[in-house]
């Protein structure tokens, strides 16, 4: 892939992905001659219609819960925003790391990992559902904004770190308690262009996949806080963030606690990005990677945490199980979710022909492994609110159709 000359590079640590060394498109198009090939594929998933619906998707409230909890768009902003910060330390490609970030929860299901899980269910004899997959789908076949291609028709590099963000797929690297079974779609789309899925994705991709984390163990102690499923001395004995919070309380104490909280969470932000930060320079420095095919070819992940860290990531996370996730509140809303999408499904594939026009030409008639497919693609793709509408508009007799 050749640069354009109208495109500054910027910078690159040897072991970055270069967009002009980018392994191309499956279907060939025409270089931009003003933005290097991953500042293009960010351009597509920010005008993608997928992308847009993440504004009303849920994060872990519902979208009508109250206005300043983070959705599924706020959240992929902030990630992106991490991801981008962290690269440009570490001297890797800043847009291929947007890129991924912004892309990695397209495939969300309404209501989160409720509905995913809904999904999952109604579709156990059929191939199963899986988000990162559902992704894969959402960029490669089912946006339809091009007349030459299905899809967006991103890199190489993009479709890879979206796969394969959080670790191989398949062979001897699969981390422990990762599925064995390999997703439909993902299978399907590697037959046509290898993405190579026995090995660790580019430096980047690792990037996205932990700020991912950051972003959301962190601002998911705001949300908690704010919508009172937890109090500040509940969080006390959680490694690092509570004595995060009792430095900021002690600091700041003649501050709003609403304030304090938002300074909290700022540090422990900082925290965990620095850690990343110096433990993947201890890697490089160890491991010495002169490119990112070097960094696949590594056997092991060389963007990371340091032990110290990881273990209070999982004491963080056991915290948020068990008090956010589970609080009965947020139970109730996750059940209705469930419900819902199981609702949506079992109607529409037993009667496709309630199906909008343009989704139902996609079916073969009623409880096939196709209309399974489609109706879970068209249900995949609704936002919380239009799942609520169409089930209001499929089972209440008051309501028009």
């Not at 500054?8 to 498109?25: D, F, I, M, N, V």
């Not at 992308?51 to 902003?77: A, C, I, M, P, W």
């Not at 705001?222 to 995060?244: E, T």
């Not at 340091?306 to 956010?324: I, Y």
Request: hydrophobic share 40%; aromatic share 6%; with cysteine.
């Amino acid at each position: 892939m050749t640069a354009s000359p109208f495109v500054r590079s910027h910078a690159l640590a040897p072991y970055a992905s270069r967009p002009e060394e980018s392994r191309g498109r499956l279907h060939d198009e025409q270089e931009s001659r003003t933005r290097t090939a991953f500042q293009r594929d960010r351009d597509r998933i920010i005008h993608s219609a997928a992308f847009r619906r993440l504004q009303y998707k849920t994060q872990v409230f519902v979208y009508h819960e109250g206005d300043n909890f983070r959705t599924r768009l706020t959240h992929s902003l902030e990630v992106a925003q991490i991801a981008r910060s962290i690269s440009r330390v570490l001297g890797l490609d800043e847009d291929l790391a947007e890129a991924l970030a912004l892309a990695h929860d397209l495939g969300h299901t309404p209501f989160g990992h409720a509905g995913e899980d809904a999904l999952q269910d109604v579709l156990a004899d059929h191939g199963g559902f899986d988000h990162n997959a559902q992704s894969l789908r959402v960029v490669t076949r089912l946006e339809k904004r091009y007349p030459r291609f299905d899809g967006l028709n991103l890199t190489w590099e993009t479709l890879e770190g979206l796969v394969k963000h959080n670790g191989p797929l398949t062979g001897p690297l699969v981390g422990a308690g990762r599925p064995t079974r390999i997703p439909g779609a993902i299978t399907d789309y590697v037959a046509r262009h290898d993405l190579e899925i026995a090995t660790f994705a580019g430096p980047e991709a690792q990037v996205a996949a932990l700020s991912d984390d950051i972003a959301y163990n962190n601002h998911d102690i705001d949300d908690g806080l704010r919508a009172g499923l937890f109090s500040i001395d509940d969080l006390k004995d959680v490694p690092l963030v509570g004595p995060v919070f009792a430095a900021v309380a002690r600091d700041f104490a003649d501050h709003d606690e609403s304030v304090r909280i938002h300074e909290a969470v700022r540090q422990l932000i900082g925290v965990m990005i620095v850690d990343l930060i110096e433990e993947t320079r201890r890697r490089v420095a160890r491991l010495k990677p002169d490119s990112a095919a070097a960094v696949r070819a590594l056997g092991q992940p060389l963007v990371g945490f340091s032990e110290e860290m990881r273990q209070n990531d999982t004491a963080l996370k056991r915290f948020l199980f068990a008090n956010m996730y589970r609080h009965f509140t947020v139970n109730r809303m996750t059940s209705k979710g469930r419900r819902v999408v199981k609702d949506l499904f079992r109607l529409l594939h037993a009667e496709p022909e309630c199906l909008p026009p343009e989704w139902r030409r996609l079916t073969d008639g009623p409880q096939t492994a196709k209309t399974a497919r489609v109706v879970a693609d068209y249900i995949a793709a609704m936002t919380d609110r239009l799942a609520l509408d169409e089930h209001r508009r499929l089972f209440d007799m008051q309501e028009k159709p």
